[in-house]
């Protein structure tokens, strides 16, 4: 079977075979059937053949030679049988004897063919056709010959009216069964499929139903015991993340007081920078921590309103326009509004310090997916580049400089939330230079 009518899933491959395999299967019973009431068909065929046949030599026994034409025009003779009255016979073969078994049988009923032995041939010649058939002289009792040819016809074992329709019926609900059967025993994968997926999406997605057949069951529990220990892992890591974070802070504002004191003014403005690097830091990890641990309530707001406000913001703060907005007038989306607010927030902001103005483009829903795109008119980053600085507190060098500020957290959070939703975060370069970052979200 060619790849291409070969089906992917284990589904559709199990309905293809068990399909075919019962089809065969009808096949070959009906072809049995078919072949056993052919056999009979002959046998009954045969057998009125040589009734007839017998009932018109009997007539033409008791008729006079005269009569006999106008016998065989009255005869109801069966399909491929012709009879003539000659004064010699014209089968050229053997008497009594034929070739082989079956000729020997025929010659036999032959000889008998009238009944009574004063109303039986005196002789019989029988000889095979070619194709099929045999032709017979039989002797009267007046000297005369009675010539038969037999061609009867071919019985077709698919002949039967019926014998499509039943096919038709029993692979219609061999089918249907099989379909059924399959999705059944499939639906557990398929949960199983959509589960993991949940799970990472939403490391605390619902755990997966234990119900079902014992070895189903046995893959969910299992499934739900390695969800529960990597909700347990990733708990842990981020409490001790945030923990850490928040507890920088106090030691943080120690050594800004105490870089107030010292006397020389170009040493204490690069402690001071330093120690409002580390805070940046801080913040921007406490923001992912929080991000990872606090579960926001989706709601339905207008997204083209949320991106309309994010640029305000932008352009109140720079006093001009530095960030434009296209987007359909309104659009409906059922999200985590403070959380995606910070994702394109963050896009926005990490556009600004490297290109210095952008641009926020709204896709309406295509194929069940909403696409946020913000564009600019930087540098980019090179392709080898862009997985890596997805990573936290991943920057690029040179063309992202420390002098822009940031910790390396806006993109990792930007994707931490699209993930968040169902969605993901992803970079492009733009032709001939720019940079786009898509985020595409369940619509």
């Known amino acids: 079977m060619t790849p291409f009518l070969w089906p992917r899933s284990i589904a559709g491959r199990t ?108 002789e019989v010649i029988l000889a095979d056709l070619p194709g099929g058939g045999f032709a017979a002289s039989l002797r009267l ?40 059967a399959v999705r059944r025993l499939t639906a557990p994968i398929r949960d199983l499929g959509a589960a993991a997926e949940r799970l990472g999406r ?10 079902g057949p014992r070895e189903v069951a046995q893959a969910a529990a299992a499934f739900n015991t390695m969800a529960e220990r990597i909700r347990r892992f990733v708990a842990d890591r981020t409490t001790m993340l945030a923990a850490l974070s928040h507890d920088l802070r106090t030691p943080i504002t120690r050594l800004r007081l105490r870089a107030e004191f010292i006397e020389d003014e170009a040493l204490r403005e ?29 709601a339905v707001i207008d997204l083209a309103a949320l991106a309309r406000t994010v640029a305000d913001e932008a352009n109140d703060l720079a006093g001009r326009e530095i960030v434009r907005v296209e987007a ?45 795109m913000v564009e600019d008119e930087g540098p980019g980053i090179p392709e080898g580049e862009i997985e890596r600085l997805m990573q936290p507190f991943q920057r690029g060098e040179p063309s992202r400089s ?23 975060l992803v970079l492009e370069n733009r032709s001939p230079r720019g940079l786009r970052a898509t985020l595409s979200l369940p619509a």
């Not at 830091?281 to 926001?296: H, I, K, Y």
């Open 15 to 122: 309905f293809l075979v068990l399909l075919l395999g019962l089809f065969a299967a009808q096949v070959i019973g009906l072809t049995i059937h078919a072949l056993d009431r052919l056999e009979l068909q002959r046998s009954a065929a045969a057998r009125e053949s040589m009734l007839r046949l017998a009932g018109l030599w009997r007539a033409a026994v008791t008729a006079p030679a005269a009569a006999r034409g106008e016998l065989v025009r009255q005869a109801d003779l069966p399909e491929g049988f012709t009879v003539t009255f000659s004064a010699e016979p014209t089968t050229v073969g053997l008497a009594f004897g034929g070739r082989g078994e079956r000729a020997e049988r025929l010659a036999a009923w032959l000889g008998r063919l009238g009944g009574p032995p004063p109303l039986r041939p005196r």
């Open 141 to 180: 009792p007046d000297q005369g010959w009675m010539n038969v040819t037999a061609r009867p016809p071919r019985p077709v074992p698919w002949s039967s009216p019926t014998f499509l329709a039943a096919l038709a019926v029993m692979t219609a609900a061999v089918a249907a069964l099989s379909f059924w």
């Open 202 to 211: 939403d490391v605390n997605a619902p755990p997966l139903s234990t119900e």
């Open 270 to 298: 690069k402690i001071l920078a330093d120690l409002a690097e580390m805070e940046a830091m801080v913040s921007a990890t406490l923001a992912l921590a929080r991000e990872d641990a606090v579960r926001e309530a989706a």
């Open 328 to 372: 359909p007038a309104t659009l409906a989306v059922s999200v985590r509004p403070v959380s995606l607010k910070r994702a394109i927030g963050n896009l926005v902001q990490n556009a600004l310090a490297y290109a210095g103005d952008c641009t926020i483009r709204l896709l309406p829903p295509e194929g069940g997916v909403v696409r946020i």
């Open 402 to 424: 420390r002098e822009t500020g940031g910790a390396g957290l806006g993109l990792a959070i930007a994707r931490s939330v699209a993930r968040a939703h169902g969605g993901e």
